[in-house]
């Protein structure tokens, strides 16, 4: 954060609104329930980083009469550059160990677009397709913020200065009414690009949140003209004093209550929450030894204010690595683990980085700044490009389907259902189109698109991937999706017919259902929420299975059921699972599908055992990992772990049918 200048007083309550800030951001990460709009802490931050800047350029142009816009730039990069590139370089090399060899060139595109301080564009636009869009957050996410306050580093001071310049007497004024209007601008523009099924293109717009930033550099430009020895009358003290109560209890409701996904948030509710840190600000500037100001100035939350900067870099990739998978915990236990490291490393940062490279006596001179700044940006640079490009790939195991496609016996692990014994084998099945190899096409949901998509090409089989990216079988519109109220995709209603189009195109002779996910969530059924497992909801996925069924077996299909495997889709900030990620929930599934395959004569394959072998949730089996985000498969995993097992069983009941 920025640092005050000589001729612009130390207020020790600037520190403490900052250790406010970014607690109330740490305990909404963490899932404490009682700050559930602690997001707004960044907007607190906004403002006090608009007040400061605004006030240090302004008090450089009165006592110098001229704005040394290097020096300026060379202080913000000695005082935000270290941390970060820091934070940066740790984040990449752990997320080579931590991540899936799939997400690593978005983590690389993440880490440069962090240095180069465009984070929140690059979050806004990080999607372009399901995956993208559904993916875990990026351990960088964070720095969207950053991004927007060094954008306003760049251009404010030289906008500033133009008009101090230009305007000379009246430039405090023109100042004050650009603020005023760019901070309405950036309202309106909130206002009109709100959409509830886009909320990043404003939640991360530098031109949608600069409100906050102008509502504090409008603050600075109206205390301009006090001198420091300038006291406020008593009734402005008490003025500002019910201004700052007002402004704290807002504060207060709208860090508990608020959600980044209500309407009435970007229509007026980031003006309304920047207000009310003015006016905090205000009164415990103007007014050193009021209650607001001392309250402010206590001294953990000062010491927790100096760090904060430090704290906010450190916590978001600290909570993600620190998650319950990995360290058993959760609830308040978990949290205060996380807290804790977060705070180590941005102590351990602000002792041996930060303070000793803003204090080096040869940094001090901005002719060395540029160079040294660039260097360390550089190393950064290639470190990301280094730690993040993907690991070659194994070469694919060679399965040898001979023997699956020449001798037709049953395969011990999956369960075959009730079928005729003198049942023909499908591809011997009347009508079949005409075609020397076996045809397996595998439908449902992403899950088993990447089953699908991943499976090494064969020369003996034809193998297609019917997947459908997004869809399930369920269709009922009102979804919850970690914890958020969630609809379907585009054309997920008519999954049926996308089937059915699939069924003809290929004609199978062995049709693979793998459904591990929409099935699983709670859905509004009969005026409430329900789920699988319960009576009514298991009634209607019932009916849906069925037609799933009857759909790939239209044709003469022998129909192939994997059962679910356990997933890790996402963790509640608190370190739960998530409702849909429950083992309970999976096993109910798995009951239907085993119900539904005696009843039509279907094969069901134990996928869950061979995913999950030790019975619960499982990022590696086999020596490799095997899901790449707690839910999809990775490639390397189908490759080397799932083909070797699955395509020979899939191959034998090709050519020979379901035996008893």
């Given at each position: 954060?920025?640092?005050?200048?000589?001729?612009?007083?130390?207020?020790?309550?600037?520190?403490?609104?900052?250790?406010?800030?970014?607690?109330?951001v740490?305990?909404?990460?963490?899932?404490?329930?009682?700050?559930?709009?602690?997001?707004?802490g960044?907007?607190?931050?906004?403002?006090?980083?608009?007040?400061?800047?605004?006030s240090?350029?302004?008090?450089?142009?009165?006592?110098?009469?001229?704005?040394?816009?290097?020096?300026?730039?060379?202080?913000?990069?000695?005082?935000?550059?270290?941390a970060?590139?820091?934070?940066?370089?740790?984040?990449?090399?752990?997320?080579?160990?931590?991540?899936?060899?799939?997400?690593?060139?978005?983590?690389?595109?993440?880490?440069?677009?962090?240095?180069?301080?465009v984070?929140?564009?690059?979050?806004?636009?990080?999607?372009?397709?399901?995956?993208?869009?559904?993916?875990a957050?990026?351990?960088?996410?964070?720095t969207?913020?950053?991004?927007?306050?060094?954008?306003?580093?760049?251009?404010?001071?030289?906008?500033?200065?133009?008009v101090?310049?230009?305007?000379?007497?009246?430039?405090?004024?023109?100042?004050?009414g650009?603020?005023?209007a760019?901070?309405?601008?950036?309202?309106f523009?909130?206002?009109?690009?709100?959409?509830?099924?886009?909320?990043?293109?404003?939640y991360?717009?530098?031109?949608?949140?600069?409100?906050?930033?102008?509502?504090?550099?409008?603050l600075?430009?109206?205390?301009?003209?006090?001198?420091?020895?300038?006291?406020?009358?008593?009734?402005?003290?008490?003025?500002?004093?019910?201004?700052?109560?007002?402004?704290?209890?807002?504060?207060?409701?709208l860090?508990?209550?608020?959600?980044?996904?209500?309407?009435?948030?970007?229509?007026?509710?980031?003006?309304?929450?920047?207000?009310?840190?003015?006016?905090?600000?205000?009164?415990?500037?103007?007014?050193?030894?009021?209650?607001?100001?001392?309250?402010?100035?206590?001294?953990?939350?000062?010491?927790?204010?100096?760090?904060?900067?430090?704290v906010?870099?450190?916590?978001?990739?600290?909570?993600?690595?620190?998650?319950?998978?990995r360290?058993?915990?959760?609830?308040?236990?978990?949290?205060?683990?996380?807290?804790?490291?977060?705070?180590?490393?941005?102590?351990?940062?602000h002792?041996?980085?930060?303070?000793?490279?803003?204090?080096?006596?040869?940094?001090?001179?901005?002719?060395?700044?540029?160079?040294?700044?660039?260097?360390?940006?550089?190393?950064?640079?290639?470190?990301?490009?280094?730690?993040?490009?993907?690991?070659?790939?194994?070469?694919?195991?060679?399965i040898?389907?001979?023997?699956?496609?020449?001798?037709?016996?049953?395969?011990?692990?999956?369960?075959?259902?009730?079928?005729?014994?003198a049942?023909?084998?499908?591809?011997?099945?009347?009508?079949?189109?005409?075609?020397?190899?076996?045809?397996?096409?595998?439908?449902?949901?992403?899950?088993?698109?990447?089953?699908?998509?991943?499976?090494?090409?064969?020369?003996?089989?034809?193998?297609?991937?019917?997947?459908?990216?997004?869809?399930?079988?369920?269709?009922?519109?009102?979804?919850?999706?970690?914890?958020?109220?969630?609809?379907?995709?585009?054309?997920?209603?008519?999954?049926?017919?996308r089937?059915?189009?699939?069924?003809?195109?290929?004609?199978?002779?062995?049709?693979?259902?793998?459904?591990?996910?929409?099935?699983?969530?709670?859905?509004?059924?009969?005026g409430?929420?329900?789920?699988?497992?319960?009576?009514?909801?298991?009634?209607?996925?019932?009916?849906?299975?069925?037609?799933?069924?009857g759909?790939?077996?239209?044709?003469?299909?022998?129909?192939?059921?994997?059962t679910?495997?356990?997933?890790?889709?996402?963790?509640?900030?608190?370190g739960?699972?998530?409702?849909?990620?429950q083992?309970?929930?999976?096993?109910?599934?798995?009951?239907?599908?085993?119900?539904?395959?005696?009843?039509?004569?279907?094969?069901?394959?134990?996928?869950?055992?061979?995913?999950?072998?030790?019975?619960?949730?499982?990022?590696?089996?086999?020596?490799?990992?095997?899901?790449?985000?707690?839910?999809?498969?990775?490639?390397?995993?189908?490759?080397?772990?799932?083909?070797p097992?699955?395509l020979?069983?899939?191959?034998?009941?090709?050519?020979?049918?379901?035996?008893?």
């Open positions: 954060m920025p640092e005050p200048p000589r001729s612009f007083a130390y207020h020790p309550a600037l520190d403490g609104v900052r250790a406010l800030a970014v607690g109330a740490l305990m909404f990460h963490g899932g404490v329930a009682a700050v559930g709009g602690g997001f707004l960044v907007d607190a931050f906004f403002v006090l980083s608009g007040f400061l800047i605004t240090l350029l302004l008090a450089e142009h009165r006592d110098s009469g001229r704005i040394d816009l290097p020096a300026f730039w060379a202080r913000r990069a000695r005082r935000l550059l270290p970060l590139l820091l934070v940066l370089g740790t984040v990449v090399i752990v997320g080579r160990w931590t991540l899936a060899p799939e997400e690593l060139p978005a983590l690389r595109t993440d880490a440069l677009a962090a240095v180069a301080y984070a929140n564009w690059r979050m806004m636009y990080r999607g372009g397709g399901y995956f993208a869009e559904t993916a957050p990026s351990p960088l996410q964070h969207w913020s950053l991004g927007i306050e060094e954008q306003f580093y760049l251009f404010w001071p030289l906008f500033l200065t133009l101090l310049v230009l305007a000379r007497r009246r430039g405090h004024g023109v100042l004050l650009v603020c005023g760019g901070a309405a601008a950036a309202a523009a909130a206002a009109r690009l709100f959409d509830p099924a886009e909320v990043d293109r404003v991360y717009g530098t031109d949608t949140r600069a409100t906050a930033l102008l509502g504090g550099a409008a600075a430009v109206v205390l301009s003209g006090r001198t420091p020895r300038a006291d406020a009358s008593p009734a402005a003290r008490r003025l500002l004093g019910g201004f700052a109560a007002a402004g704290a209890a807002i504060t207060a409701w860090w508990a209550d608020a959600d980044g996904t209500d309407a009435w948030l970007y229509p007026g509710g980031l003006v309304v929450a920047a207000l009310a840190v003015v006016a905090v600000l205000a009164h415990a500037v103007v007014s050193p030894r009021s209650p607001t100001a001392r309250l402010l100035a206590f001294g953990p939350l000062v010491r927790l204010g100096r760090i904060s900067y430090g906010y870099l450190w916590h978001w990739p600290l909570f993600q690595w620190l998650n319950a998978g360290t058993g915990l959760s609830g308040s236990c978990l949290l205060l683990v996380r807290v804790t490291a977060a705070l180590a490393a941005a102590a351990a940062s002792l041996l980085v930060e303070r000793p490279l803003r204090h080096a006596r040869g940094l001090r001179r901005p002719m060395l700044t540029p160079a040294a700044a660039c260097g360390a940006t550089a190393v950064t640079v290639v470190v990301a490009l280094l730690a993040t490009a993907p690991p070659a790939r194994a070469p694919a195991p060679v040898d389907l001979d023997r699956a496609l020449a001798v037709p016996t049953a395969e011990p692990g999956h369960r075959l259902a009730h079928a005729l014994p049942s023909p084998p499908p591809v011997r099945r009347p009508g079949r189109r005409p075609g020397e190899q076996p045809r397996i096409s595998i439908f449902g949901d992403s899950v088993a698109w990447t089953l699908g998509t991943y499976l090494p090409p064969q020369t003996r089989l034809d193998v297609e991937s019917r997947g459908v990216q997004g869809c399930g079988i369920a269709r009922l519109p009102d979804i919850r999706y970690l914890g958020v109220a969630h609809t379907n995709y585009p054309g997920c209603e008519n999954w049926d017919r089937w059915r189009s699939g069924v003809r195109r290929d004609d199978p002779d062995v049709a693979v259902i793998l459904l591990d996910r929409w099935e699983l969530m709670d859905r509004r059924l009969d409430r929420y329900q789920h699988v497992g319960q009576p009514a909801y298991d009634a209607y996925l019932r009916k849906e299975l069925d037609l799933a069924i759909i790939v077996t239209a044709r003469g299909a022998l129909p192939v059921l994997l679910a495997p356990y997933t890790r889709r996402a963790e509640r900030p608190d739960g699972l998530w409702p849909e990620d083992p309970q929930r999976v096993d109910a599934w798995n009951a239907l599908l085993r119900d539904a395959g005696k009843r039509h004569g279907a094969v069901v394959i134990d996928l869950n055992r061979r995913v999950c072998p030790d019975g619960e949730f499982t990022w590696r089996a086999g020596g490799v990992r095997i899901r790449s985000d707690g839910l999809h498969f990775t490639p390397e995993g189908v490759r080397a772990y799932l083909a097992w699955l020979p069983q899939l191959a034998r009941l090709a050519v020979g049918g379901p035996q008893r």
